[in-house]
C-alpha cells in the first residue's frame, strides 16, 4: 500500500516560474490536505478538500491553487514562484475525524 | 500569536526513563487532539488521537491525557529508547471543520 505519493520529492525554481506539486493517494480517502513547513512556523495549512470537485482555502492559501477532479489526485499550483514559496510541501489525506497520512514532502527553492 | 505552544527546547532523556511533552492552547474547544511523530527530512506519522470525552488513551508505550479545563495535553512515552529520538507534534481541529492545526514540536533526544 502506497499511501500518499508526492512528486517531486526536490525541486529548484527561478522566480516566476510555475509548476505543479503532484499528490495520489490510494487509501480511498475523501479529505486532502496541502501543507507548508517553515523553521519556527510549523505546518501551515494551504488548502483543503472534501471530496473530488470541493475545495477550501486554508491559513496561507495566496500564490496557490488547487483542484481535485478524482478522489486520488489532489495537485498545488504555483502560479508564479517567489522566495517566500521556499519552503517543504506536504500533501495528507484523511477520513474525517481521523488521523492523517502524510506523503514523504517535496523541498521546494524558489531563487 | 501562537495557537497551539509546545516546548521548543528540546527534551533531553536517559534511555529507559520517561519523556513527558506538553501542549497547550487557547480559545479553542477541539472535539479532539491529535500527536504525531516526525522526522528529520520525512513526513510527520500519525500516533494517537485522544477525544474530548477521553480523559486518557494509551498505545504500548505511548500515553496521552487531554484536560480541556486546562486546555492541555501531555504526551508520555514509557520505557524511551533512542529510536523514540525525534519531533513531536500535537495538532487540533480548532473549530471542528476538519482543517487540522498543528504545534511547532518538541524535539526529543533519548541517550543511551
Known amino acids: 500500500n502506497a499511501g500518499v505519493t508526492q512528486t517531486p520529492k526536490f525541486q529548484v525554481l527561478k522566480t516566476g516560474q510555475s509548476m505543479t506539486l503532484q499528490c495520489a493517494q490510494d487509501?480511498?480517502?475523501?479529505?486532502m490536505s496541502w501543507y507548508r513547513q517553515d523553521p519556527g512556523m510549523g505546518l501551515r495549512l494551504i488548502h483543503y478538500?472534501?471530496?473530488?470537485?470541493?475545495?477550501d482555502q486554508g491559513e496561507v492559501p495566496n500564490g496557490y491553487n488547487v483542484s481535485r477532479s478524482t478522489t486520488e489526485d489532489f495537485p498545488l499550483r504555483l502560479l508564479s514562484a517567489a522566495p517566500s514559496q521556499t519552503s517543504v510541501y506536504f500533501c495528507?489525506?484523511?477520513?474525517?475525524?481521523?488521523?492523517?497520512?502524510f506523503g514523504s514532502g517535496t523541498r521546494l527553492t524558489v531563487v | 500569536s501562537q495557537k497551539i505552544e509546545q516546548n521548543s527546547e528540546a527534551l533531553n532523556i536517559q534511555e529507559g526513563k520517561t519523556a513527558t511533552l506538553t501542549c497547550n492552547y487557547t480559545?479553542?474547544?477541539?472535539?479532539?487532539l491529535q500527536w504525531y511523530r516526525q522526522d528529520p527530512g520525512r513526513g510527520p506519522v500519525f500516533l494517537l488521537l485522544?477525544?474530548?470525552?477521553?480523559k486518557e488513551k494509551r498505545k504500548e508505550r505511548l500515553k496521552v491525557t487531554f484536560d480541556t479545563t486546562l486546555k492541555q495535553s501531555l504526551f508520555h512515552i514509557t520505557a524511551s529508547q533512542p529510536a523514540d529520538s525525534a519531533t513531536y507534534l500535537c495538532?487540533?481541529?480548532?473549530?471542528?471543520?476538519?482543517?487540522?492545526?498543528f504545534g511547532t514540536g518538541t524535539r526529543l533526544q533519548v541517550f543511551p
Open positions: 495528507a489525506s484523511f477520513r474525517q475525524g481521523g488521523g492523517y497520512t
Open positions: 487509501m480511498n480517502h475523501e479529505y
Open positions: 478538500s472534501v471530496g473530488a470537485g470541493i475545495t
Open positions: 480559545n479553542y474547544s477541539p472535539a479532539y
Open positions: 485522544i477525544r474530548e470525552n477521553e
Open positions: 495538532a487540533l481541529d480548532p473549530y471542528n471543520t476538519d482543517k487540522l492545526i
